[in-house]
């Protein structure tokens, strides 16, 4: 259970795709809170935009794969979660002005 005084870490790893990584999210105790798959997104370079094109930040798409949380702690996790994200890519070069989250869809759910 995610309470607003759990501390999440993430160990990160590079996968074979460029620019792809994945997470394993843990609470202070070590206990399993999620598995993520990271992926980096720059904007174009501005000369090779329009000129009337808007500016463009670049952000970190987080695709939950799994997770050991309820439905009602998902604004606690994403929150705590982006936090530690945000600094964490920051350390590989990258530094994302904010996570865009997705979660598989329930259609998609084997029942078990």
């Known amino acids: ?17 460029y620019n792809t990584y994945r997470g394993r999210v843990t609470d202070e105790s070590g206990l399993y809170i999620a598995t993520l798959r990271l992926i ?46 945000l600094v964490q890519m920051a350390q590989t070069g990258f530094a994302p002005d904010f996570c865009q989250f997705a979660y598989p869809s329930p259609a998609n759910q084997q029942e078990t």
């Open 40 to 85: 980096p997104t720059l904007p174009l370079e501005r000369d090779e935009l329009p000129p009337d094109a808007p500016d463009a930040a670049p952000y970190l798409i987080v695709l939950v794969e799994d997770g050991a949380f309820e439905a009602s702690e998902l604004t606690e996790f994403e929150g705590k979660l982006s936090d530690v994200l």
């Open 1 to 17: 259970m995610l309470t607003p005084e759990t501390t999440l870490s993430v160990k990160l790893a590079r996968t074979l795709w």
